[in-house]
């Protein structure tokens, strides 16, 4: 059984340092930038100091570059990181500054000339993080300085998915301008980016030195603001931070500026190319305007933010936003949705606060928070038909349910206790295709988070699958996430999947939990039994003869 994030609200809120994690690309876990996640914790020395040890490898072009950077979390609250600027670095220290959004901040970015082990020493008495390279001093650079920005994103409409992320790929570098201002011009279609919707609704970010977590993300307050040190997979989380999102209405092309990237304040804008300067000015999505309660416990359009009953009303506080439901019995999952845009990312589950014990009962909280490609939905049984309330609070990101009338009793999802493999295998007494909730397609469990079954394959066949967890209906899904620039296809299969170094996730693939992703798939050589083999923690999987 894996458990999930769960903490007390007054460990979360504490004004006191109770924890620090050490959050970033040190990790080879799939959850290296969540805050919840207690594997990421530092150790405590004494009442001001917290420290740990983490291998890092040196660079192995072209998966590895020796390039990291991380930040920290206190008390495991995502309005409580610690980042640093760009002053005040010197001999592996960095002084550090505790911010609720990253704004006017960056992460600790460093390289390293060699494979070693870090030590990493937080000193709350002083706000500072250290970092002894076992290899010598010599071997560890600070990186304070970015040498190109990169456009990565959906407005590559001609690349595949798994290209349009990849900051590795060529072409896609802003021009310097001026000391301030640094562009690229991209051509877009009023039916192009995400390509389910093709209606002209692009998600980009910009990465530094090609690599996307020394980048920019958006941040959602209308005003083109950048946040640095936020890649697609390191986002800060919060409903106040997303991709950037823009809406094109005419074909042409559009020219995409970096204003300020080494100030405290960087922004960005697209505008019609000075090539084309009759085009109408794209919409710049990111601001947080309304809110929508999305999931199974509608019957129709249950995931559709732009339906008007999903809408949350602001209540007499000024602050919450409310939605009541009629609920069926049963296993459901929701998520928050921002000024009706999908792509201004959905708010999935951060951690549950205060379970008793994961006992039923009439109401839960959680903190909601999305870091793709990695979160979870926020998943919950109800016992009973019943009227539900959802309370969301966009000032701390929390979500509370509760049943309105009658005894009917809500059970957290806390824990990933069961894995089916489900796809397209044939019906036999041991397998039931494409299934997500039949005993036959469940997985053997071996250590908390991994499992295998053996299935019979036939030569020359193509399967498609994914991996699905708690038997429940596509809400907890994993499989490879052609988005996350690991891997280069649908067929990657880890041949160290039980211990996945970063150079094999990188070139291979590593297993995602956001949302309901394309299937897997695999070709089996010759006919015969084959393990498959899942580890959700590192997010390695295989799929090997089994003999």
């Known amino acids: 059984m894996l458990l999930l994030p769960s903490f007390s609200t007054r460990h979360i809120d504490s004004d006191k340092i109770e924890s620090v994690s050490l959050l970033g690309t040190i990790h080879r876990r799939r959850w290296k930038w969540n805050p919840f996640d207690a594997g990421l914790d530092m150790v405590r020395l004494s009442e001001t100091i917290w420290q740990i040890s983490h291998p890092v490898v040196g660079p192995q072009p072209p998966e ?125 279609r009023k039916n192009g980016g995400i390509d389910f919707r093709a209606d002209g609704v692009y998600q980009f970010l910009i990465s530094s030195n090609r690599d996307e977590d020394f980048g920019f993300s958006g941040f959602n307050d209308g005003s083109k603001s950048l946040v640095q040190g936020t890649g697609f997979g390191s986002s800060h989380g919060s409903s106040k931070h997303s991709g950037c999102t823009i809406q094109v209405f005419s074909d042409g092309v559009y020219r995409f500026n970096l204003y300020s990237p080494d100030s405290i304040d960087p922004k960005f804008s697209v505008e019609p190319s000075p090539s084309n300067p009759s085009l109408p000015a794209p919409k710049v999505l990111n601001q947080r305007e309304s809110y929508q309660l999305l999931g199974s416990i509608f019957a129709d359009n249950q995931f559709d933010p732009t339906h008007p009953d999903r809408q949350m009303k602001l209540m007499p506080d000024g602050v919450n936003y409310s939605l009541s439901a009629s609920v069926p019995a049963g296993f459901h999952v929701v998520n928050i949705a921002i000024s009706s845009e999908l792509f201004l990312d959905t708010m999935g589950l951060g951690c549950w606060l205060d379970l008793q014990d994961s006992q039923p009962c009439q109401s839960l909280e959680c903190v909601t928070w999305h870091g793709k490609p990695h979160e979870l939905n926020i998943c919950f049984e109800v016992d009973a038909d019943c009227e539900l309330n959802f309370i969301f609070n966009p000032d701390t990101d929390r979500l509370s349910i509760k049943v309105v009338d009658g005894p009917a009793l809500l059970a957290p999802v806390s824990s990933i206790s069961e894995m089916s493999l489900v ?33 019979h394959l036939v030569a020359g066949k193509t399967y498609n699958y994914k991996y699905v967890a708690n038997r429940s209906p596509w809400a907890l899904v994993y499989a490879d996430y052609e988005l996350d620039c690991h891997g280069f296809d649908f067929s990657g299969s880890i041949p160290d999947a039980a211990d996945p170094s970063k150079r094999s996730l990188k070139r291979f693939g590593q297993l995602t939990s956001h949302g309901n992703p394309p299937p897997l798939e695999f070709t089996a050589t010759h006919t015969g039994q084959y393990r498959f083999y899942v580890d959700i923690v590192f997010g390695g999987y295989s799929v090997k003869p089994f003999v």
């Open 64 to 188: 590895v570059s020796g390039l990291y950077t991380v930040r920290l979390v206190v008390n495991h609250s995502p309005q409580r990181q610690l980042k640093t600027t760009l002053s005040s670095k010197t001999n592996g220290v960095w002084d550090l500054i505790e911010t609720c959004d990253g704004r006017a901040t960056r992460n600790i970015n460093f390289k390293v000339d060699v494979s070693q082990s870090l030590t990493f020493r937080f000193d709350s008495s002083t706000m500072t993080l250290a970092i002894a390279p076992s290899a010598g001093e010599e071997t560890l650079h600070h990186v304070d300085t970015f040498d190109s920005f990169e456009l990565n994103g959906f407005p590559w409409d001609d690349l595949d998915m798994y290209e349009k992320f990849d900051c590795r790929v060529k072409g896609r570098e802003f021009v310097k301008d001026s000391s301030e201002v640094w562009s690229i011009d991209v051509p877009l």
């Open 423 to 455: 796809g397209s295998f044939e019906d036999t007494e041991q397998m039931e295709a494409w299934n997500p909730t039949s005993s036959l397609n469940l997985m053997n469990p071996l250590l908390p988070g991994c499992f295998e079954k053996v299935v």
